[in-house]
């Protein structure tokens, strides 16, 4: 038993943590870099990943970014913090190198401290100050991002950059990164909240308030995780779901001079189960798919996987969606 949580602990060890010439390159600017250096810091070889071995590595194709969801891990941590320990050894199957592959942690990795989370300006100037380093240190053109979760919020509007108001604060991440973004693989990201937040006293959670979840009630006087999971197609004109999700929908009320058109990647694909318990049967949100980023250019509903599979059963596909711009084995199918 010993000598397999060795083995098991050696596997996870061998990704992770940066390496010593990534955050060599960190520390060149570390008021900038505070955010994944932090990580690195505190999380261990669980909470960070990427970087070149050698000074002299070469890089030859888009870095990737793996943003994790609310409670999760860069990398394999618990149970139900996998991180991206099965994408990160599927992706070096695939002909990438650990200076091709990075991602940190944020938040905490107790899933019973889930519905206390939600999105904050640190994360999301952390995360794109993240995108940025990664850019310089790697002199690429464009990145690759895969998300999951929460992390489709968080990456969606740390690419999308410009002023964010949440909660009493205000951040400003800049111009817009899209131009620098070849794809974004959005997997089970609720980009239009959670019916699972209509649940009795779930409603004042972080997690489900304006800086989270919330689906809001569709003007409706019985707003319950039932109704919200029915197909309602008049509800799909009333915005009146958590404010911070309106803005990177564009759907706010400051986004006068948002370009709607504009995506966030050159590729944008949404990926998602329609048995996700955590999302609801068929990811109906008031008639909405939840998962559905806008203006995607693919999008693929599994069958049979909870929010984690999602993520850790869907490698082939992160991959080639990633590489090839298609899914696994060419089956580009879409969901409107």
């Given at each position: ?13 061998q990704h992770g943590p940066f390496t010593d010439d990534f955050v060599e390159f960190l520390r060149k ?221 564009d759907e706010g009320d400051n986004d006068e001079d948002e370009d709607d058109d504009e995506k966030e990647a ?71």
């Amino acid at each position: 038993l010993l000598m397999t949580v060795a083995a098991a602990a050696a596997a996870t060890s061998q990704h992770g943590p940066f390496t010593d010439d990534f955050v060599e390159f960190l520390r060149k600017n570390e008021d900038r870099n505070e955010y994944a250096l932090s990580a690195f810091k505190e999380y261990s070889s669980t909470g960070t990943f990427g970087g070149r071995a050698t000074k002299d590595h070469k890089i030859t194709r888009h870095p990737v970014v793996f943003v994790h969801g609310n409670s999760d891990s860069a990398l394999h941590y618990a149970d139900l913090a996998s991180g991206w320990t099965k994408s990160v050894e599927h992706f070096k199957h695939g002909g990438y190198s650990g200076a091709e592959l990075y991602g940190l942690t944020y938040g905490s990795r107790d899933i019973n401290l889930s519905l206390q989370s939600s999105i904050t300006c640190r994360n999301l100037l952390g995360l794109r100050r993240f995108l940025e380093a990664i850019l310089e240190y790697t002199q690429m053109e464009k990145l690759g991002i895969v998300a999951h979760s929460m992390g489709v919020t968080l990456a969606r509007k740390a690419i999308k950059g410009g002023v964010v108001h949440i909660s009493g604060e205000s951040c400003d991440l800049g111009d817009s990164l899209a131009d620098s973004i070849d794809a974004l693989v959005a997997i089970s990201g609720a980009n239009y909240g959670m019916c699972m937040c209509l649940m009795a006293g779930l409603d004042a959670t972080p997690a489900c308030g304006q800086a989270g979840y919330g689906p809001g009630a569709c003007a409706s006087h019985n707003a319950t995780m039932e109704a919200c999971m029915v197909h309602t197609d008049e509800c799909k004109v009333i915005a009146d779901y958590a404010g911070v999700l309106r803005a990177v929908n564009d759907e706010g009320d400051n986004d006068e001079d948002e370009d709607d058109d504009e995506k966030e990647a050159d590729f944008v694909a949404s990926l998602w189960s329609n048995d996700d318990p955590i999302l609801g049967k068929n990811n109906l949100v008031w008639g909405r798919k939840t998962s559905m980023v806008p203006g995607s250019h693919l999008s693929h509903a599994y069958a049979d996987l909870d929010h984690f599979q999602s993520k850790d059963k869907t490698v082939r596909d992160q991959l080639a969606l990633v590489s090839k711009h298609a899914m696994h084995g060419g089956r580009a199918k879409r969901h409107h």
